[in-house]
């Protein structure tokens, strides 16, 4: 029976740590986000991936009949959508593979106005899970720091374990960089 109730303990410490490190990386996924995001004024060159109904914002500027009547919001869309703000503005949402687009616009008349452009993709997500497992791996040294701080020579021995730890750990990220520079 004490088996089984160490099992489990182990089990849900485990599973809360995992929880915590997804919870963590996409609070730093979604910060990244929006400090990459673009807002404009009226005179404003937009992105270039900037998308007004499916179409790249130059086009309709080249050939204004294409948006000749608003365009209507697409209820069941997969990889488009078209939705109206609470505000009146258009929200483009243009969903691929490995990234998303968010383009915001007004239509005034026959002018759009565009608002905004937000771009997440895979990237912000892996530099967030590489964040935080670093403040993870952070808090764990406090936590053993506070545990072990009255005796030196357990501080002492930890300390060397975790360079080495730090040592192997940076010669990896090391040849993961060196791996990507080098493509």
Same mark, same amino acid.
């Given at each position: 029976?004490?088996?089984?109730?160490?099992?489990?303990?182990?089990?849900?410490?485990?599973?809360?740590?995992?929880?915590?490190?997804?919870?963590?990386?996409?609070?730093?996924?979604?910060?990244?986000?929006?400090?990459?995001?673009?807002?404009?004024?009226?005179?404003?060159?937009?992105?270039?991936?900037?998308?007004?109904?499916?179409?790249?914002?130059?086009?309709?500027?080249?050939?204004?009949?294409?948006?000749?009547?608003?365009?209507?919001?697409?209820?069941?869309?997969?990889?488009?959508?078209?939705?109206?703000?609470?505000?009146?503005? !258009?929200? !483009?949402?243009?969903?691929?593979?490995?990234?998303?687009? !968010?383009?915001? !616009?007004?239509?005034?008349?026959?002018?759009?106005?565009?608002?905004?452009?937000?771009?997440?993709?895979?990237?912000?997500?892996?530099?967030?899970?590489?964040?935080?497992?670093?403040?993870?791996?952070?808090?764990?040294?406090?936590?053993?720091?506070?545990?072990?701080?009255?005796?030196?020579?357990?501080?002492?021995?930890?300390?060397?374990?975790?360079?080495?730890?730090?040592?192997?750990?940076?010669?990896?990220?090391?040849?993961?960089?060196?791996?990507?520079?080098?493509?």
């Amino acid at each position: 029976m004490q088996k089984i109730t160490h099992f489990l303990s182990r089990l849900f410490k485990s599973f809360a740590k995992l929880c915590l490190f997804f919870i963590l990386a996409g609070a730093i996924s979604y910060g990244i986000g929006e400090l990459q995001k673009e807002h404009y004024a009226p005179t404003d060159t937009p992105n270039a991936k900037f998308r007004i109904n499916g179409q790249r914002l130059q086009d309709i500027k080249d050939n204004p009949t294409k948006l000749q009547t608003e365009p209507t919001p697409i209820e069941n869309c997969m990889d488009s959508c078209l939705k109206i703000l609470e505000n009146g503005n !258009y929200l !483009y949402i243009n969903e691929g593979a490995l990234q998303t687009t !968010y383009s915001e !616009y007004q239509i005034d008349g026959d002018i759009v106005i565009p608002v905004s452009f937000e771009r997440q993709n895979f990237g912000h997500f892996v530099i967030a899970m590489f964040l935080a497992f670093l403040m993870l791996s952070f808090l764990k040294y406090l936590h053993a720091i506070y545990k072990i701080r009255k005796d030196k020579n357990s501080l002492i021995a930890y300390h060397k374990k975790l360079g080495k730890e730090l040592l192997i750990f940076m010669g990896i990220v090391g040849i993961g960089w060196g791996l990507i520079l080098t493509r």
